[in-house]
């Protein structure tokens, strides 16, 4: 297992629209694998694969409180979503030190592969929904931070660029 570089808005590569991944094999287990540690290490909750510069449709997750339920979802599709949303605060391990608002659909139902292959239907609400929907959107191209105002938007994307100068001296 290794840990993996995470892209940090506003880098271009970040809005790239993920491929399906072909097939469920070594090469994805190991990604999966690689993928939870560097997850787990960043203190995350969830983690596509666009977020390490890999782009296929490609996600893991865990929202569990002791860290040990992880979630993997290969070539998700988003079947169904429940009526109602509210506004959720929001971060992503792709704009650290970062969180606002996001409106959510309250439930969700996803298809999705395992990492054996297998397909799976998953309903859920809560937390897991809203992780869901968010990690679906990096798979898109689409970061957290598109859903507000351009004002906000703007000052978040000129901090980014100021931390990233800074880490680069």
């Not at 999966?32 to 510069?53: C, N, P, S």
């Not at 309250?106 to 999705?112: C, L, M």
Request: glycine residues 4%.
């Amino acid at each position: 297992m290794a840990l993996l570089p995470i892209l940090c808005y506003p880098d271009p590569k970040l809005h790239r629209v993920a491929k399906p991944v072909a097939q469920v094999d070594a090469r994805i287990q190991s990604l999966v694998d690689d993928m939870l540690q560097t997850m787990y290490d960043a203190k995350g909750i969830g983690l596509a694969a666009t977020q390490i510069d890999v782009h296929e449709r490609l996600i893991v997750i865990d929202v569990s409180e002791e860290r040990d339920q992880p979630l993997v979802l290969i070539n998700p599709t988003l079947v169904w979503t429940s009526p109602t949303s509210h506004l959720n605060e929001e971060g992503c391990l792709s704009v650290p030190g970062i969180y606002d608002g996001v409106e959510r659909f309250d439930a969700v139902r996803i298809t999705a592969l395992d990492e054996k292959g297998q397909s799976r239907s998953i309903e859920t609400d809560g937390l897991l929904a809203v992780c869901i929907q968010h990690e679906m959107d990096h798979l898109l191209g689409k970061v957290f931070v598109e859903y507000l105002s351009p004002l906000k938007r703007n000052r978040i994307k000129t901090k980014m660029l100021k931390v990233m100068r800074e880490d680069a001296r």
